[in-house]
């Protein structure tokens, strides 16, 4: 099977990010048992299912790298690398 989209996690931006794909395709699926915190698994299964874009939802499996493997192994992958992601919300009030 092929995916268009694989969406990581089951937050608020996520869920409306789904919502949107139903919308205009009307087709989506749940995959259960996928590991998000293996990136070796969610590439794997990319390759395996031709997913076309993934977007990493969750703050963990950013920090362990999982955007920035993606992109190595060539996944097309809208997420912040990992040094992105360690930017707190607190850190970059100090900043302001």
């Known amino acids: ?25 009307g087709d989506t699926t749940c995959i259960p048992g996928l590991e998000i915190t293996n990136s070796e698994d969610i590439i794997s299964f990319c390759r395996n299912c031709c997913v076309g874009l993934v977007l990493p ?4 499996p950013l920090l362990d790298c999982l955007a920035d493997d993606l992109v190595k192994a060539g996944i097309p992958t809208f997420g912040p690398s990992s040094e992105a992601a360690a930017l707190s919300k607190g850190f970059m009030k100090k900043l302001s």
């Open 1 to 25: 099977m092929n995916y268009e989209l694989l969406v990581i996690d089951g937050g608020g931006r996520e869920h409306a990010l789904c919502y949107a794909s139903i919308v205009q395709s």
């Open 57 to 60: 939802g969750p703050k963990a």
